[in-house]
């Protein structure tokens, strides 16, 4: 019986969990939604403001509804850009600094923006705003940026800092202990059975289970993060049952890790978990959307490689001996291999004309192997235009994990049994790790590889794959590629 009653306490703090989360989420979705209000309204501010300075006087009705059109294509236009740029991740609201130098990189991004749209667009001799257009950029971004100092305090983003709790002690909790402060949280005290020495001081440690209810009272705790094995507990889970009907935040550790990663965290590792949240992840809906990104894909990178081709081609034959591009085997779909395209860019050691003259190894950061050429065209990522041919041939779709080469599959299943999970679904030429992380030379660099990917499997929807394709493109737009 009491067996029975810690199953169904464990699935009710699942269920809660689950409830937080997409309270937590939908709170953070007002927040950004209010914030890109006030940029809009900023923007608006700005064009009116740009218009009184030009015309030194205040614009007339007439005026204002002359130029509305073309100022409220400009005000999206930029929109979009901040969302690409990240100026509507509460993280760097909360923090100043990045938030200043991000808001003025953008501007300049926007500034150009703004110029090409007004030479594509239909001519019109009566409306010639490049005055116009440089005072509203300027106007309309120093009040955006004031209208996010304010919004500190009016949305009250500090109070995401919440206090927590870790019952239990596990590599996962070591893990984020120093990424809490970034994400909102502060780690206030950690319960485990056994004595911890923990080299942040602040954090008080505890191992008497019945400290539960007195620890979260006294330090105001307002999330409690509980590990898989402090669940099997039954002094735990009864202390637990009594805070659900405290205003305390229940997570399970595997829930919270991967809400403040990205990642899945590999204490879930099981072939139950797997096929709990890995299967039947497709749907007919999901498939039409993922042939139309690819569709857009083959056009939009298709129409840059003709264009760029004999530019890109002649820079590299000029600098490097060997071929202008880079062939090699990948895993894809259902672990079947495939030829992948990529334009050369690193020096041709070897007969093949690959830069390997020992056996395959990892490409690492400062790698004496890239031409200066290929330096250029991997923190471009043009070097990767040449898979307009495996996105054609359908080896690769657009978003998706990154194919990795047979030798190092291999390899990394030898020491991650899972690794082959990744190929449940089509490679892609971005996808959710590539904007994570950067190279992955070692085992444990790879496992986060595996833990960004299978999140990626396992949430994958329209929203994230719109998410990864703007956020790609703001890596390319900032040189950030590897």
Wanted: aromatic residues 12%; proline residues 4%.
């Amino acid at each position: 019986m009491i067996l029975f009653h810690l199953k169904i306490l464990i699935y009710s703090i699942q269920k809660f969990t689950n409830k937080r989360n997409d309270i937590m989420r939908f709170l953070y979705r007002i927040k950004q939604l209010i914030i890109l209000s006030g940029d809009m309204v900023s923007y608006l501010l700005g064009f009116w403001i740009a218009l009184t300075v030009r015309h030194l006087e205040i614009p007339s009705l007439e005026t204002i509804l002359h130029h509305a059109n073309l100022f409220i294509i400009l005000t999206l236009i930029w929109v979009i850009i901040n969302y690409i740029s990240g100026l509507y991740d509460i993280g760097y609201i909360s923090h100043k600094n990045k938030q200043q130098r991000r808001a003025v990189e953008t501007a300049l991004f926007a500034f150009v923006a703004g110029i090409i749209y007004l030479y594509l667009r239909p001519s019109d001799s009566s409306v010639t705003p490049k005055t116009i257009l440089a005072l509203g950029i300027f106007a309309g971004y120093l009040i955006s940026m004031l209208w996010r100092m304010l919004s500190l305090r009016i949305i009250n983003i500090k109070t995401l800092q919440k206090r927590i709790l870790f019952i239990g002690y596990t590599p996962e909790v070591i893990e984020l202990l120093p990424i809490l402060k970034t994400k909102g949280y502060c780690a206030k005290a950690i319960l485990d059975k056994k004595d911890l020495t923990l080299e942040d001081k602040s954090i008080d440690t505890y191992t008497s289970v019945r400290a539960i209810r007195a620890i979260v009272n006294n330090s105001h705790i307002e999330t409690v993060v509980v590990a898989d094995h402090m669940q099997q507990q039954k002094e735990v889970m009864q202390e637990l049952y009594e805070l659900l009907f405290w205003p305390t935040k229940l997570y399970s550790l595997p829930e919270f890790y991967e809400d403040l990663t990205g990642r899945i965290p590999p204490c879930t590792f099981s072939e139950s978990w797997f096929l709990a949240h890995l299967k039947n992840r497709e749907t007919p809906v999901y498939n039409k959307w993922i042939k139309l990104v690819n569709l857009i894909g083959i056009t939009s990178i298709g129409l840059c490689f003709i264009l760029l081709f004999p530019f890109i081609a002649l820079a590299i034959l000029l600098t490097s001996k060997g071929p202008v591009f880079f062939m090699q085997e990948r895993v894809g779909l259902g672990n079947k291999t495939f030829r992948l395209y990529k334009f050369r860019s690193m020096y041709a050691l070897a007969k093949d004309g690959s830069a390997e003259t020992k056996g395959y190894q990892f490409a690492s950061k400062g790698d004496k192997r890239i031409t200066p050429v290929g330096k250029f065209l991997r923190k471009t990522r043009i070097d990767e235009l040449p898979q307009i041919l495996n996105l054609c041939k359908g080896d690769i779709s657009l978003i998706g994990p990154r194919p990795e080469r047979p030798e190092i599959v291999e390899q990394l299943t030898g020491h991650m049994p899972y690794y082959p999970l990744r190929h449940v679904v089509k490679p892609g030429l971005t996808g959710w790790a590539v904007l994570h992380q950067n190279y992955t030379d070692d085992i444990e660099t790879s496992l986060q590889k595996l833990q960004y990917d299978l999140y990626y499997i396992k949430n994958r929807s329209m929203l994230v794959d719109v998410s990864i394709m703007l956020k790609t493109i703001n890596l390319i737009i900032r040189g950030l590629g590897q």
